[in-house]
DNA sequence: ATTGCCCCATGAAAATCCTGCTGGTGGAAG
DNA sequence: CTTCCACCAGCAGGATTTTCATGGGGCAAT
C-alpha cells in the first residue's frame, strides 16, 4: 500500500511517516504544494494525506487538481484547527475524509485503514438487473419498480441464483444444490414452498410476471 | 461543474443542454436509461438530471443503481405531470430534487444551482446525516433530533460505519472487520450486543427506528 | 480504589425454515 | 369426451435457527 504525504512542517510530517512505516505502508513524503501535486497526478498511490495549509499550493488545490483529472484516489484532508468553515465550503472537490489538527497517531491511522479498505469494498459489489427488478448482491437489496422488497437470508439466495442464470431452467435439483448446499433432502418440496414464497413478493400485484414454472422442468426468471 | 442529463425526447433535451452550456456547465445526454445508467456509474458527474420515462431503464431505475453503489452524486428527477406521489414516495434511495413537467428554464437552473452548493456544504463538513441522526465524524458527536447523545468509542464506531453505508445491509463480519479491525473473533456476539447498546440510546424512546436487523444477513440503518 | 468500557456467556424471545398435507390443474390415455 | 394421474400451488403450525437482552468479570484509565 503507497501513501503519499503532503505536508510541509518537517515534525508533523517525519511523525506520520515514521507511524505509518511502521505500519507496514510505503510513505513519499512531499513538502509543498506544487511537488505534492505533481507526485499526486503522476504516481498512482492507494491514498494521498494533504495538509490544508501548504507553501505554493493549498491541499485543496491539489485535491483539486486530482479531481479534475478524474482520479478517484481516497484523499484525507489534515485542516488545521480553526480553519473556517467557509474555505472548505467553497470547495467543490470532496475529501473523502478530514481530521483536524491536533490529532492522535492511532486515529489517523483508524482512518486511514478505513479508506483504504471502504475504497477495497465498493469495487465488489455487484448488482444484477432483470427487467424492472434489481437486487444488490453487496447491500443486500432488491428493488422491483422502484419499489425496496425485503426478503429473507433463503429467499434472497434463490432469487439471486434464478437472476444470475436469468431466461435458463433450473431445475429443482440445481436450485437446492446451490441455496441449501448439502443439508438437502432429495424428497422435500422446499424448493416449491421458497419459490412460492418469492412469488408472493416479487410478482404479486405485478401483471407482469417474472418467474415461470416449466413443467416437469423446473423454474425460470423471464418476461413474456 | 459537470452535469449528466438523461432524457429522451431530442427536443427538451437540446433545450435544456443549450440553456446549461450558456451558463457555463459541462453538459453530456444520455438519450435512454441503460446508456444514462452507464455513464452515471462510470464517470463523477457533480449532478445528474434524469428523466423518470426513459427507454430501458427509467430514471428511477437508473437511480437504483446509483445509490446501490453509495455514490452520492445529486440527482435532480425530472417527472411528468401526472406521476403519481406514491410511486415516487415509495423510493428510499432518494432523489435530492423533483421538478414536474413542464417547468421554466429558471426554475431548472435554480434547483441545479442549488443542489450544486448543497453538495458543496455537505462533502466539506465531517458531519453525517440520516434522518434526524447526525454524527459529527471530527467532533465525535452523535445527535437524535437535536439532542446529543454520549456514545463510548466502539459504538460510535459501529454507527459510523451504518451511516456511511446507510440502506446497505451490513454483515456481522464486515462490522467487525471495520470497527474490531484485526482483533474479532467469530464465534462472538460481540457485534450483537453493541448493536444493542446503540440502539438503547439511539432508537430507544423514538417510534421510528432506525437500525434494523435482517434475519441471517446482518444490520441495516434505514428508515421505514 | 473507583469508574467506565469492553466483551463473554446464557436463557428467553422472535423470526425463519421446513414438513406434511390438501386441493387444483393440465395433459395424456382411454 | 371423460377419466386418470403426475405435478404443482398454497397453507399452517411445529421445529429450528437466529437474535435479543442482561448479568457479570476483566481491564485500563483516572
Redesign the interface.
Same mark, same amino acid.
Given at each position: 500500500m503507497k501513501i503519499l504525504l503532503v505536508e510541509d512542517e518537517p515534525k508533523v510530517s517525519a511523525f506520520i511517516r515514521r507511524g505509518l512505516e511502521e505500519e507496514g505502508f510505503e510513505v513519499e513524503v512531499a513538502y509543498d504544494g506544487r511537488f505534492g501535486r505533481q507526485l499526486a497526478l503522476g504516481h498512482a498511490y492507494d491514498l494521498i494525506i494533504l495538509d490544508v495549509i501548504l507553501p505554493h499550493f493549498s491541499g485543496l488545490e491539489v485535491l483539486a487538481a486530482l479531481?479534475t483529472q478524474?482520479q478517484?484516489t481516497p484523499v484525507l484532508l489534515l485542516t488545521a484547527l480553526g480553519t473556517t468553515?467557509d474555505k472548505?465550503?467553497?470547495?467543490?472537490g470532496?475529501?473523502d475524509?478530514?481530521?483536524?489538527k491536533p490529532f492522535d497517531f492511532p486515529e489517523l491511522l483508524?482512518r486511514v /485503514?478505513?479508506l483504504l479498505? /471502504?475504497r477495497g469494498?465498493?469495487a465488489k459489489?455487484a448488482?444484477l438487473?432483470f427487467e424492472?427488478l434489481?437486487l444488490?448482491t453487496?447491500?443486500?437489496?432488491v428493488?422491483r419498480?422502484?419499489?425496496?422488497i /425485503?426478503l429473507?437470508?433463503?429467499e434472497?439466495g434463490l432469487l439471486e441464483l434464478l437472476l444470475r442464470h436469468a431466461g435458463r431452467v433450473l431445475s429443482r435439483a440445481e436450485l437446492a444444490a446451490d441455496v441449501w448446499e448439502d443439508s438437502f433432502d432429495a424428497g422435500s418440496n422446499v424448493v416449491d414452498v421458497y419459490v412460492n414464497y418469492l412469488r408472493n413478493k416479487v410478482d404479486k400485484g405485478f401483471s407482469q410476471k417474472l418467474i415461470h414454472t416449466v413443467v416437469g422442468m423446473g423454474y425460470v426468471l423471464r418476461s413474456e
Open positions: 479531481r478524474d478517484q468553515q472548505l465550503l467553497g470547495f467543490g470532496g475529501a475524509d478530514y481530521l483536524v483508524a /485503514r478505513a479498505r /471502504r469494498q465498493q459489489s448488482v438487473i424492472d434489481t444488490d453487496a447491500a443486500k437489496t428493488m419498480a422502484g419499489q425496496p /425485503r429473507t437470508a433463503r434472497f
